[in-house]
């Protein structure tokens, strides 16, 4: 059973793979990334919600590939921002998708609050998707808030300013290991790979 990982960021797909059962509905699965697929473009992610970003992701990786495809879209979520970057977050600062310049517009959006007014999650919506256009959605999230810089080395996006809900860590001082153990993307991932079963 082949199933294709529709990101191209690759960070995500080694994380994906950390992630992902070896076995769906009795049979060995083979992850496959776009690597596998030089020519294909990703569509524009132009949903109003995280679902239906996942939801476009996964149709065309599926329709392209003949085969079925994995693909999520995950958004911040900060309190004190009414929720914002949510949807936008990989855009937050801009449509070139800069990631330094999201994380000093966010720290900037929240100078001044003390830390227990930046409460935050993230929230991920994964989609499977058949060729023939069938899909199965599910979420995940994780409690946190933002910190005041920068800390750790591991991880991407917001990572280095997710201080992890109970503990004192970011997600970026976690290993890969660490973080596939609790992470949205992880409980939106297992949720749906039971739904998939």
Known sequence: MKILIATE???KAVELK?????????ETVEYLTLKEFPGFIMPEENGATLEENAVIKARAAAAIAGLPALA???????????GAP???SARYAGADKDVTANNRKLLKELDGLPL?????RFKTVAC???????VITAEGTI???IGFDYKGKNGFGYDPLFIVKGTEKTLAELSLEEKNKIS???KAFVNLTQKIK
Do not use: S
Request: hydrophobic content about 25%.
């Open 9 to 11: 960021n690759q960070n």
């Open 18 to 26: 950390g992630i992902l059962p070896v076995a769906l509905r009795g």
């Open 72 to 82: 999520d879209d995950t958004g911040l979520e900060v309190d004190a921002l009414n």
């Open 86 to 88: 949510g949807v936008k």
């Open 116 to 120: 227990e007014k930046r409460t935050a």
């Open 128 to 134: 499977y998707a058949e060729p023939c256009g069938k």
């Open 143 to 145: 409690e946190g808030y």
């Open 184 to 186: 949205h993307r992880k």
